[in-house]
């Protein structure tokens, strides 16, 4: 049986789309789903998660500190089955490397899970404090139990 796969795409792939992975990789079963994540940018390739964003998730239980960036291809499209993006940036980014349609129907922006049309972004936290990634991962664990909920 070939598993569902799930993209989370943010800008560098150290904050947002990592805790997305984690989240979303906790809630569904490994065995019926992938889940992984990316950046539209290619800054953090090859590095691990922002150290706030592994604090927030060690403080709900999760490990994303084994993550590694990766930059989003196109390659992505035949991949994934769902691409989530965190803000209106990504998604400009991402659907910029659709090469038809279907590719296209993939995409979310991952807020409208809860805020249906209204292009909600999810903020970047990086310049700002711990406050910020905090409420990124409550964000993100509201979105990924709806994502869970459709999927299952």
């Keep these: ?12 792939n150290i904050c947002r789309s990592p805790l997305a992975e ?8 490994p065995t019926l789903f992938t889940v992984d994540s990316t950046g539209t940018g290619n ?26 960036g990766r930059q989003f291809t196109s390659r992505d499209y035949q991949d994934f089955d769902h691409i989530y993006v965190m803000d209106s940036s990504n998604l400009e980014n991402v659907l910029a490397l659709a090469s038809h349609e279907e590719d296209r129907t993939k995409v979310t922006m991952i807020l409208d899970t809860i805020f249906p049309g209204e292009r909600v972004d999810v903020p970047d936290p990086y310049y700002g404090g711990e406050d910020g990634f905090e409420r990124v991962y409550k964000m993100l664990d509201e979105a990924c139990d709806v994502i869970q909920q459709r999927l299952s």
């Design 43 to 68: 800054w953090h390739v090859g590095n691990p998660p922002d150290k706030r964003s592994v604090a927030v998730a060690r403080k709900y239980g999760l490990d994303i500190s084994g993550l590694r």
């Design 22 to 29: 984690g989240i979303l990789r906790n809630k569904l079963d």
């Design 1 to 12: 049986m070939n598993k569902t796969k799930i993209l989370m795409v943010c800008l560098g």
